[in-house]
């Protein structure tokens, strides 16, 4: 079982243009089971100080297919942790988000993807489970997900709105040093 946030340690978060962020992450085994029982909790921790939604394991350095979520519907904590997530189906129909994302802080765009989609994954206990989302859930896993195959949200946009908008991180980079 998870141990609590406070026992959690906080992870470095990596920023774009990382290379880390561009690689696609390995699928986990139960032989990561040790590893991920750190992992899993270190995760929301970091998610939950920086304040974000959704975090992937490799935006905290770690190349294996594990995410976190936390779209708190109704201001209640729902947590999700999400091992070997795969989208199982989507929907035709398309929604836009407003995205962000904590390795491109401060940076936000619209995003068109899928309204629907569900999700097949391994809880903390390695149960196989399923989650249909719509919505904010949907934008985020998918997001996440993406994560896991070295996408980033800009790759979404056109060119020019991408460049405008890397520059924009890079120059708030350079600023911060």
């Given at each position: 079982?998870l141990?609590?946030?406070?026992?959690?340690?906080?992870?470095?978060?990596?920023?774009?243009?990382?290379?880390?962020?561009?690689?696609?992450?390995?699928?986990?085994?139960?032989?990561?089971?040790?590893?991920?029982r750190?992992?899993?909790?270190?995760?929301?921790?970091?998610?939950?100080?920086?304040?974000?939604?959704?975090l992937?394991?490799?935006?905290?350095?770690?190349?294996?297919?594990v995410?976190?979520?936390?779209?708190?519907?109704?201001?209640?904590?729902?947590?999700?942790?999400?091992?070997?997530p795969e989208?199982?189906?989507?929907?035709?129909?398309?929604?836009?988000?407003?995205?962000?994302?904590?390795?491109?802080?401060?940076?936000?765009?619209?995003?068109?993807?899928?309204?629907r989609?569900?999700?097949?994954?391994?809880?903390?206990?390695w149960?196989?489970?399923?989650?249909?989302?719509?919505?904010?859930?949907?934008?985020?896993?998918?997001?996440?997900?993406d994560h896991?195959n070295?996408v980033?949200?800009?790759?979404y946009?056109?060119?020019?709105?991408r460049?405008?908008?890397?520059?924009?991180?890079?120059?708030?980079?350079?600023?911060?040093?």
């Amino acid at each position: 079982m998870l141990e609590t946030h406070s026992e959690a340690e906080l992870l470095p978060i990596l920023i774009c243009p990382d290379p880390k962020l561009r690689k696609a992450a390995r699928a986990v085994t139960p032989d990561d089971a040790e590893e991920l029982r750190e992992l899993i909790p270190d995760m929301f921790a970091t998610m939950y100080k920086a304040p974000g939604i959704g975090l992937a394991a490799p935006q905290v350095g770690r190349l294996l297919r594990v995410i976190t979520v936390d779209v708190a519907p109704n201001d209640e904590p729902a947590p999700i942790a999400l091992i070997n997530p795969e989208i199982i189906a989507k929907s035709e129909e398309t929604a836009v988000h407003q995205e962000g994302c904590l390795s491109v802080p401060d940076q936000y765009a619209e995003v068109t993807r899928p309204a629907r989609v569900a999700v097949r994954y391994l809880d903390e206990n390695w149960t196989k489970r399923e989650i249909e989302a719509d919505g904010l859930l949907s934008a985020c896993l998918q997001h996440e997900i993406d994560h896991l195959n070295g996408v980033l949200f800009v790759d979404y946009l056109t060119p020019l709105k991408r460049n405008i908008l890397l520059r924009k991180l890079a120059k708030a980079q350079k600023d911060k040093k």
